[in-house]
C-alpha cells in the first residue's frame, strides 16, 4: 500500500477516538444556541422594553466579534474576574463560546420563519381570547420551525466547522488529534487533508439528514 494512504488511515484512526467529543461539542451548542435565539426571537417579537435592548446588544456583540476571541474570554477572561467561572472547563467554555455565538446568527432563522406565519391565524388565535405565550407556542412555533429546518441545518453545520477551533483552548477534538499527528513527523498536507475529509462526511451526513427530516415533515403536513 501507498504510505501516503497508510499515514492518511493512521490519521482517521488516530481521530475516531477524539469523534464524540466534537459531535458532543456541537450537540450541546446547538442547543444553547437554539434556546438563545429563541428567547431572543420572542422577546423581539414582542418588543419587551428592556430585554429588548440586551438581546440587541448581545446579537450585535457575538456577531461582530471573533469567534476564537469569545472562546478566550469564556476560557481565560471571565474566570480573571468573575469567581463563578473560576472552575469552568475547556469543554464548558468551548461550548459557551460556540453557543453563544451560533445563537446570535441563528436569531435571524427564527426571526424570518415566525414572519413567514399567516397574519390571519394570529388574528384568528387572539379574536378567540388566546395569549400572546399561547399563541406564540401553539400556533406560531410548531409552523416557524418547520420553516427553519434548512437555516437550522446550516447553523448546524457552522457549529461543526467552529468546532475545529475548540483546540485553542486546549480540546481534544478531531482537528487537535489530527494536529498531534501532523506535528510529529511533519506530514502536515496528509494529515489535514484526512481531517478535512472526516468533515466533509460529517456535513454530507448532516445534509443528508436534513433531505430525510424535510420529507417526513411534508409527507405528516
Not at 401553539?138 to 447553523?155: D, F, H, K, T, W
Request: hydrophobic share 55%; proline share 4%.
Amino acid at each position: 500500500m501507498n504510505p501516503n494512504i497508510e499515514y492518511i488511515l493512521l490519521v482517521f484512526r488516530e481521530m475516531l477516538p477524539a469523534l464524540p467529543q466534537t459531535l458532543w461539542i456541537c450537540l450541546l451548542s446547538f442547543g444553547l444556541s437554539v434556546a438563545l435565539a429563541l428567547f431572543v426571537t420572542v422577546v423581539d417579537f414582542f418588543q419587551v422594553p428592556v430585554l429588548r435592548r440586551v438581546c440587541n446588544f448581545y446579537v450585535s456583540f457575538f456577531r461582530g466579534t471573533p469567534l476564537v476571541a469569545q472562546l478566550f474570554l469564556f476560557y481565560f477572561g471571565l474566570p480573571s474576574i468573575c469567581q463563578v467561572f473560576m472552575a469552568i472547563t475547556k469543554m464548558q467554555a468551548v461550548v459557551l463560546g460556540l453557543g453563544f455565538n451560533a445563537g446570535a446568527y441563528m436569531r435571524e432563522s427564527f426571526r424570518g420563519a415566525i414572519l413567514s406565519v399567516d397574519k390571519g391565524q394570529l388574528e384568528a388565535a387572539y379574536s378567540i381570547g388566546m395569549s400572546d405565550m399561547k399563541v406564540m407556542w401553539r400556533i406560531i412555533l410548531p409552523q416557524a420551525v418547520v420553516v427553519a429546518i434548512p437555516s437550522l441545518v446550516n447553523n448546524l453545520v457552522d457549529i461543526l466547522k467552529g468546532s475545529s477551533l475548540a483546540f485553542t483552548v486546549g480540546v481534544i477534538d478531531i482537528t487537535a488529534a489530527a494536529k498531534l499527528r501532523a506535528s510529529a513527523n511533519f506530514k502536515y498536507f496528509h494529515a489535514y487533508l484526512a481531517l478535512m475529509f472526516l468533515y466533509w462526511v460529517l456535513v454530507l451526513a448532516l445534509e443528508r439528514g436534513q433531505a430525510v427530516l424535510e420529507k417526513r415533515l411534508a409527507r405528516n403536513r
